[in-house]
Structure formats: structure tokens, C-alpha cells
């Protein structure tokens, strides 16, 4: 799966969700898939994308892996970014999560935040988005924007409780090149999936 994610990333020019810089095994398995793309009798354009997203995989396993020592942050420069989280009453991430704004405003605050953080993705974030879209305040469209950009962020960590069903809806929302558009229909279903889901755990 992660494997796949970061082939997805590739195809549509994206940042990599899964790492920075994917992980050599990972390339070595897009690559074979890629080649095997590109023998496929495709149109003209898909053949073009596989050879561009050929030439990132080589330029990527080019690269020389990362040296964890020396790219460790010293103790103290960790403590000083801590207490600027701490302290950084703007959470970009966490706006992002909970879609507080327009997306390409929160987005922009995002690649621009000075300091890491970490938020968790769980249910509740869903249904807020789902919820969003039957209300009118954002479209399907801007549904599946979300969910890709929440998707592609390192920082933005899965609830460990729901991991399978939350990471299901971003793969599918996120990527409608291969599920499909996103419809009324879909909607509907994954707000019955997480309202069900919240119901049993309360009950459990």
C-alpha cells in the first residue's frame, strides 16, 4: 500500500505522502510497475507521463540515502523547536485537519509554518468535511482536495485506533484518477461508514 501511495504521488506530481524522499524499496517496486506501464498499448499522453515519472524514480534512487547522524537535530535546537510549538498560538496543520478556511489559504499557511508539528487524522474529521459538503459551505470537489492534501502531508499522523477504514477514505477521496469522481453517493457512504464506526466504539 505505501508503495502504491507513493506511485500515485508520482503520477499526479505530487509530494510523496509517505517520506520526503521514498524509501529505495519502494522505488524499486514502482519501477517495476512503471516498466510494465509502459508497455501497456496506452494513449500517446499516459506514455509521456510514464516516462516522466521513470526519470524521477532514476533521479531518486540516484540520490544517496540520508545519514540519521548527520541529519540529527542537536538537543538543544529540538528543545528551542518544541517550546516554539508549544508556544506558536497558529496550528496550521490542525486548521488544515479541521478545515478552518479556504483550502488554498490553508494550504499556503502550511508550507510556510517555521516549526514541526504533529496532529492526529481521526473520524471526527470526516464527518466534519463529509458534513461540510451537505450543507453547501464546499463541494465533492473541494472534498477530494482536502483529502489529498491532508493525504500528502508527513506530519499529519493516522488515528492508530481506525487506521484501515481512514487511511481506505483518503486513498479513494484523494484519488479519483482511480476510484472514480467523487458523488452524493460516495459521500453518503463513507458518513455512514465513520457514524457507525463512532457509534460501536461507543457503545463497546
Known amino acids: 500500500m505505501e508503495s502504491r501511495t507513493v506511485l500515485v504521488g508520482l503520477l499526479l506530481g505530487r ?3 509517505v517520506a520526503p524522499e521514498p524509501p529505495q524499496a519502494n522505488l524499486t517496486e514502482i519501477q517495476e510497475v512503471v516498466e510494465r506501464l509502459a508497455l501497456a498499448p496506452m494513449s500517446t499522453d499516459f506514455h509521456e507521463t510514464t ?9 531518486s534512487m540516484a ?3 540520508p545519514d540519521p547522524v548527520a541529519d540529527a537535530v542537536p538537543a538543544d535546537q529540538a528543545c528551542s523547536r518544541m517550546h516554539s510549538v508549544d508556544t506558536n498560538r497558529s496550528h496550521p496543520l490542525e486548521d488544515l485537519v479541521h478545515w478552518r478556511g479556504e483550502l488554498p489559504e490553508l494550504l499556503q499557511a502550511v508550507r510556510q509554518r517555521q516549526a514541526p508539528s504533529l496532529v492526529v487524522f481521526d473520524r471526527s474529521h470526516v464527518v466534519a468535511a463529509l458534513e461540510k459538503t451537505i450543507s453547501g459551505l464546499v463541494t465533492l470537489d473541494q472534498l477530494s482536495a482536502w483529502a489529498q492534501s491532508v493525504h500528502f502531508e508527513d506530519e499529519v499522523n493516522i488515528d492508530e485506533a481506525h487506521e484501515d477504514v481512514l487511511t481506505q477514505f483518503l486513498y479513494e477521496v484523494s484519488t479519483p484518477e482511480l476510484f472514480g469522481p467523487v458523488t452524493t453517493e460516495t459521500r ?8 457507525m464506526s463512532q457509534k460501536a466504539a461507543d457503545e463497546a
Not at 453518503?188 to 457514524?195: A, P, S
Open 188 to 195: 453518503e457512504r463513507w458518513l455512514h461508514l465513520m457514524r
Open 51 to 59: 516516462a516522466a515519472v521513470r526519470r524521477r524514480i532514476d533521479r
Open 15 to 17: 509530494a510523496v505522502a
Open 63 to 65: 540520490r544517496p540515502a
